[in-house]
């Protein structure tokens, strides 16, 4: 069925069904979440976050611990990050 995501500053990700909205997966991370998208190639949910996105470009990215995390859409486990 159709899916979507969500990214959200309480460090969650999820994966809801479009039609019901039940929440099909839960994906954790160690920091707010700013973006999330679905792989339509790969079973794969890449999420985006760290701090504010205003303070981006001011603050040096690991310390505000930005950086994109992949996650195995099924199986919720994460396999890559990218700084």
Not at 49 to 69: L, N, P, Y
Request: glycine fraction near 8%; hydrophobic fraction near 40%.
């Amino acid at each position: 069925g159709n899916t979507l995501v969500t990214a959200s500053l309480d460090k969650t990700s999820k994966l809801l069904d479009a039609d019901t909205l039940e929440v099909l997966k839960t994906y954790v991370c160690d920091r707010p979440l700013n973006t999330a998208a679905v792989s339509p190639l790969k079973d794969h949910v890449a999420i985006g976050g760290g701090q504010d996105a205003a303070s981006v470009t001011t603050t040096a990215g690991q310390a505000g611990k930005f950086e994109v995390v992949f996650y195995h859409k099924i199986f919720q486990e994460m396999f890559a990050s990218v700084r």
